[in-house]
């Protein structure tokens, strides 16, 4: 006798259809997002910095493992400071995150903690640096001498942004790293915080251009100084505002009589490094 196959493989698949009518119609609907708790609607809770990137190498058996960025690429005064961080994996502060995302009184806090329980490292690329090479050749040879300068050459670095440094360990580029890697985001306080504390030093060596208040950005009120009182040493001639304010001073030398250098240039060449 011959069996009729169809019956119970359509019979099959009704009852598969039922199953699944009947899981969809008791699965609840997605919820929409609701936003973090203290956060108002539409505010998206940002993660912060870990350790874990860190820790995946330490388990490999790769250590020093290094942060590096840097501070004060877009202002039309001062230096670029870069900062390079170890952390200490038994003493990873609380609270580490982006410079730009944490407030002067938090940054300062976390700079001291940070220069207390890991190893830093700092080096500046000066205005006559940044003029000869441009920003961003200045930027990235001063994170590379913060890389060099640690106590300690790491055995792997991981850099804020697009490019890789020419270290003698391995560099690995992060884009937007000071906000995913507790180590670049380390370097990124330290960076900031030790620029900021130049550029009030310069507010007392120049006066009148507001460096305290600015730290050397384009706002208007700095733009103004400029065009009251004329470029100094410590700013970058070929950034635009401020070569515009040099063609409309005629007769007078790139820097002004009697100066040779910066407030941050050593004998032999501009810029220096340094641990903390």
Request: aromatic share 4%; glycine share 8%; with cysteine.
């Amino acid at each position: 006798m011959i069996r009729d196959t169809k019956k119970p493989a359509k019979a099959a698949a009704a009852r598969a259809s039922k199953v699944v009518a009947k899981a969809a119609a008791g699965k609840p609907r997605a919820a929409k997002s609701a936003p973090a708790k203290g956060l108002g609607k539409g505010v998206i809770a940002v993660a912060p910095p870990s350790f874990r990137r860190e820790r995946t190498l330490i388990k490999r058996g790769i250590w020093p493992v290094a942060g590096c960025d840097e501070a004060g690429r877009g202002p039309l005064a001062g230096p670029v400071v870069a900062a390079a961080v170890v952390l200490d994996p038994k003493r990873v502060p609380k609270g580490l995150d982006d410079s730009k995302r944490l407030t002067a009184e938090k940054r300062e806090e976390l700079f001291e903690e940070i220069c207390a329980t890991a190893q830093v490292a700092v080096a500046y690329a000066s205005p006559e640096r940044i003029n000869r090479d441009n920003i961003l050749r200045a930027s990235l040879w001063a994170l590379t001498r913060a890389v060099h300068a640690l106590p300690d050459l790491p055995q792997h670095v991981f850099v804020d942004g697009r490019d890789r440094l020419a270290t003698r360990c391995e560099s690995e580029a992060v884009i937007g790293g000071d906000g995913l890697i507790a180590s670049i985001a380390a370097a990124s306080i330290i960076a900031k915080v030790s620029r900021d504390r130049l550029m009030c030093r310069l507010a007392q060596e120049c006066p009148g251009y507001g460096f305290e208040q600015h730290k050397g950005y384009g706002v208007p009120e700095h733009l103004a100084a400029l065009a009251r009182l004329g470029p100094t040493v410590h700013h970058r001639r070929f950034f635009a505002p401020v070569a515009a304010a040099w063609q409309k001073i005629e007769g007078v030398p790139a820097a002004p009589s009697g100066v040779t250098g910066d407030l941050f240039e050593p004998a032999p060449e501009p810029g220096i490094a340094a641990t903390l």
